[in-house]
């Protein structure tokens, strides 16, 4: 059982409604290590974006992750504009030859989620998956970053993606069976299922990364809709353990989605207080943790 506290990192997407720049300040400024990078923020212009990410190299934050501007295989909420997965494969290796080159050396990981199955037929989208994924981890490889596919829960099943469920996940890293091709587990979306724990457990390896929120007590309102560690229903010790034993030992990772026309929304709230918070219950879960 590890004694020392693990890198507590943060997501961007957390901190929405900042800048890239400001959320390099404020992560310093309270002495938050890590940062997940949300593409998103950063330049369009890549000759101005790898200015940024020098920045950031310099910054002494540790970058533990990249969530990509177009992250999802096919349309999804975030980029609903593109609909032929060749051409978002396309842009996600654009993705990758910018973090790859901005940090060379650091097997770096980067989510994927599935997006949706177009005319919802879910054979063509596995099928699909099969192919492009197996292509992108081979061209990750070779540029020594990872990627970590992200199952979600099934309240986003038809709005983000056609995976929603740790099992379907698992059966496609198993086929394309890569290994820079990884889970991107979050607790939001697998805390649910069945016997999760004891699943866990089993991992190993294959867990890339961790998300880390909380499920509100009275149901989402929403599917961006989530709550601090802590503050919900999620039995987060138990997850933290048995991530712990699967054998993992990288970052944990605090991301946040919400919407600002919730008056409690805790992106209109002040975000150190949030990051405080949120770092807090983590810490707090993290040395109630159950290890069996």
């Known amino acids: 059982m590890m004694n020392k506290l693990p890198l507590f990192s943060v997501s961007e997407f957390t901190t929405w409604d900042q800048s890239f720049e400001q959320d390099m300040a404020l992560y310093r400024r309270l002495g938050i290590t890590g940062i997940e990078v949300c593409e ?8 101005h974006a790898r200015e940024q990410l020098a920045l950031l190299r310099e910054s002494g934050l540790r970058l533990t992750s990249v969530q990509p501007r177009v992250h999802a295989l096919f349309k999804d909420s975030m980029c609903p ?12 290796r654009r993705t ?29 989208a596995h099928q699909t998956a099969r192919q492009l994924y197996g292509d992108l981890a081979r061209y990750a490889a070779d540029r020594g970053v990872r990627i970590m596919f992200e199952p979600l829960h099934p309240i986003l099943m038809n709005n983000d993606t056609f995976i929603c469920s740790l099992d379907e ?22 805390w ?23 499920w509100p007590r009275e149901q989402p309102r929403g599917p961006a809709d989530r709550v601090l560690p802590g503050r919900g229903i ?14 993992y030992d990288g970052a944990y990772c605090l991301e946040i989605f919400s919407a600002h026309q919730w008056p409690d929304s805790l992106w209109r709230i002040d975000p150190a207080r949030v990051l405080e918070d949120g770092r ?10 159950i290890c069996d």
């Open 96 to 124: 990758i030859d910018l973090f790859a080159e901005s940090f060379p050396g650091q097997n770096l990981p980067l989510v994927t989620i599935g997006g949706n199955a177009p005319g919802y037929n879910f054979r063509l």
């Open 280 to 289: 807090q219950g983590f810490y707090k879960a993290w040395k109630a943790r």
């Open 234 to 247: 999620i039995d987060l010790s138990a997850l933290l353990g048995a991530i712990e034993a699967a054998g």
């Open 40 to 47: 998103r923020k950063l330049s369009a212009d890549p000759v």
């Open 81 to 92: 504009d593109i609909d032929d997965p060749k051409e978002r494969m396309r842009r996600y």
């Open 169 to 190: 996940a698992l059966h496609l890293i198993d086929d394309i069976h890569h290994p820079q091709f990884g889970l991107m587990l979050d607790v939001w979306h697998i």
């Open 192 to 214: 649910h299922e069945q016997d999760i724990t004891r699943r866990i457990r089993t991992l190993g390896p294959l867990i890339f990364g961790v998300h880390i929120c909380d």
